[in-house]
């Protein structure tokens, strides 16, 4: 017989070096449950004076950390990815609580994050710089510094937070840095146990601070003196305030901001897997809510018919609901600001001149207390309408034909975002043409993964700036000293 799995919230504290508060002079955030739209929990927020606090003391902290041996630095990560995974159970609970994302799916995301902690725990003893000689004028031998920056502030986003942290904290660390994570006060819970986790593995007190605030403890943060970087995770709103905040310190960032994603099916491709992949990837995974989702299909006219016919047929099954049954693949949008912008967009797109195919409207009977849509399929997308060029952010996609390949590509790269672009074919020459061709971060082909860690993952456009993953994620966080010996 299954165990009953607890809804109850867990208490949240904020975390300045070894002392946990349960309160905060940002004052208290109700945190709702988006399925029932009710407040479950109290959330001490953070303001500016403990965001003070935890910055002078990540400071403090910077010296004995970056001086801590690298073997040293990975052991205490990879205890930290072993922690993540004796804790999958609850992680997953806690995902759940933060903000309706279904069991399963949360679930997922914690082997992945340990495996994200694990890859960048090898990083902290393989940085080295570079060797340089000339024998000109007397000679002279060269040599840089890989070297951390002192206090990273980290501002993570809501819809997957245990992956926006391993996606920033474990690169960070080992490459010597301390930090200062401010988690959304949407998604509270996954941050509170991951703080437990570090003092668990053994980090000294100081190195990782975690505050949960609202976005006026986010601009403390950026403004802070004595934070070196700023890496942030979310929208291009927020990213330009942070970017006008660091231009007046003339302070480094990362920005990992949204998309809207072109994913391009040519007749040659499997179109089961492609239907499927491009179904569920969109309006099913996350409530559509991802930033990398392939939002916009972009379909041969010869098959047109048959996939719109084919995604709309999956999506009307994608199983929306509960988000603790562990049949439930698609849970409630975030909240009701998110629930109302994403029915606007629908309704303009109807007036827009798109066809709606499936969904387009909130879920009623049992489930109507929550935020919660169905998935919305629309089909003769004009690609310069607003369904085409904006991040919904929610479980709609966008379906538009093209009659050749220069036309996928003119209409995929038509867009003020570059995060991430797919491709389904089993043309081999027209994948790696579109690879170059395509104007995004990254090219996803035939149903790559998103978010594996040895591959950078980052935007252009508005889609952000700097990397995440691989040896550029650790690149983000040591900057390059040169000496040159006489």
């Known amino acids: 017989m299954t165990t009953p799995i607890d809804h109850t919230p867990p208490p949240v504290t904020l975390r300045i070096g070894a002392e946990k508060r349960a309160t905060g002079s940002g004052g208290v955030y109700g945190h709702i449950n988006p399925s029932t739209g009710q407040v479950d929990a109290q959330i001490p927020l953070a303001g500016a004076a403990e965001v003070d606090e935890a910055v002078q003391t990540a400071h403090a902290a910077f010296d004995g950390w970056r001086t801590t041996p690298p073997a040293e630095r990975r052991r205490l990560l990879m205890r930290l990815a072993d922690l993540i995974d004796e804790n999958a159970a609850e992680f997953a609970r806690r995902g759940t609580l933060d903000n309706g994302t279904p069991i399963s799916v949360a679930g997922g995301f914690v082997p992945l994050s ?28 060269g040599y840089t510094l890989p070297q951390p920056y002192g206090v990273i502030g980290i501002i993570i986003t809501w819809n997957g937070p245990l992956i926006s942290l391993a996606m920033k904290v474990p690169a960070a660390l080992a490459a010597g840095n301390s930090v200062v994570i401010k988690p959304s006060e949407l998604t509270p819970f996954s941050g509170e146990l991951f703080a437990d986790l570090v003092e668990q593995a053994g980090f000294p007190a100081g190195v990782v601070n975690i505050l949960p605030g609202d976005p006026g403890a986010g601009a403390a943060l950026v403004e802070h003196p004595l934070v070196q970087k700023v890496t942030f995770t979310g929208g291009p709103a927020t990213a330009r305030k942070i970017l006008h905040a660091c231009a007046e310190q003339m302070k480094p960032v990362v920005l990992e901001l949204g998309g809207k994603s072109a994913n391009l099916i040519f007749e040659d491709a499997d179109l089961t897997a492609a239907c499927t992949l491009g179904a569920f990837m969109s309006v099913g995974t996350l409530s559509g809510q991802g930033c990398a989702l392939p939002t916009r299909m972009l379909v041969a006219r010869p098959i047109y018919d048959q996939v719109v016919a084919t995604v709309a047929e999956i999506a009307k099954n994608i199983p929306i609901g509960d988000p603790f049954l562990p049949t439930t693949v698609s849970g409630p949008v975030v909240n009701q600001a998110a629930l109302d912008r994403i029915l606007g967009m629908i309704e303009q797109a109807k007036l827009d001149g798109a066809r709606l195919v499936t969904g387009g409207a909130r879920l009623e009977g049992a489930l109507a207390d929550g935020y919660f849509l169905e998935a919305t399929v629309f089909a003769d997308v004009d690609p310069h309408s607003e369904l085409a060029q904006t991040e919904v952010f929610g479980p709609v ?6 009659d050749s390949e220069d036309e996928a590509i003119a209409i995929a790269n038509d867009t003020k975002y570059g995060l991430s672009a797919y491709v389904q074919t089993n043309d081999l020459k027209r994948a790696h ?3 170059e061709e395509l104007q995004a971060g990254e090219v996803l082909i035939n149903g790559a993964a998103n978010l594996a860690v040895h591959r950078p993952f980052g935007g252009i456009g508005i889609s952000g700036v700097g990397k995440e993953g691989g040896r550029a994620g650790i690149e983000e966080f040591l900057r390059t000293k040169a000496v040159g010996i006489a």
């Open 397 to 402: 996609l966008a379906i538009t034909p093209f």
């Open 114 to 141: 340990s495996e994200w902690t694990r890859y960048y725990a090898g990083w902290a003893d393989k940085t080295a710089g570079e060797l340089t000689s000339s024998y000109s004028n007397g000679g002279e031998v």
């Open 433 to 435: 043409r579109l690879a």
